[in-house]
């Protein structure tokens, strides 16, 4: 006669060797007051998914990188320009089209990052793509979330960049934004 073993006993099993043995970083990111006044433009919603995307590119990039000399990550999502109008955009102004609306977009980050050996190191990353070639097939936060993955592959490594200038694009996400050098 076969014995079995019940289900609860092999799904706590399971989860016993899938759980890493190592304590995740603290990661926490909140939304700087530029990227807050364009709320009522890109929506609630899409803030905090945006939001939510760093926080959880930061906690996978230090939690997969061996060795990594970071216990603690307090970020600013500073800035973030869409690539498409938003479902907010979309709802308010008819002539955008998700298809046919194409822009420019990144993001900025700032914050702060904890090390084990106790030191607080100062991080200031941004994305912005600076040609239109390159958006094809871009969804809406395309060039956003490759900030993030960016910055927090590098927070990741324990190399914490400091940029003082960068590329950014001027206005609140329109299609189209030139771009200037701001400090």
């Known amino acids: ?46 803030i905090e998914q945006i939001r939510q995307w760093l926080d959880e590119a930061a906690t996978r990039a230090i939690d997969r990188k061996a060795g990594s000399p970071v216990v603690r990550a307090d970020l600013v999502l500073a800035d973030a320009v869409p690539n498409r109008p938003t479902f907010e955009q979309l709802g308010r102004s008819p002539q955008l089209s998700f298809l046919d609306s194409v822009g420019i977009g990144g993001a900025k980050i700032e914050g702060t990052v904890t090390t084990a050996d106790g030191q607080v190191h100062p991080v200031r990353y941004a994305f912005y793509e600076t040609s239109l070639q390159n958006e094809i097939g871009a969804t809406t936060w395309y060039d956003a979330e490759r900030a993030f993955m960016m910055v927090s592959s590098r927070i990741a490594r324990g190399d914490f960049p400091q940029q003082t200038k960068m590329l950014t694009p001027t206005g609140t996400g329109k299609f189209g934004s030139r771009f200037s050098a701001v400090d």
């Open 1 to 46: 006669m076969r014995r079995l073993i019940p289900t609860a006993a092999v799904a706590a099993l399971a989860f016993a060797f899938a759980a890493p043995a190592f304590a995740s970083a603290n990661v926490e990111v909140t939304v700087g007051p530029e990227l807050a006044k364009k709320t009522q433009s890109y929506g609630a919603r899409e």
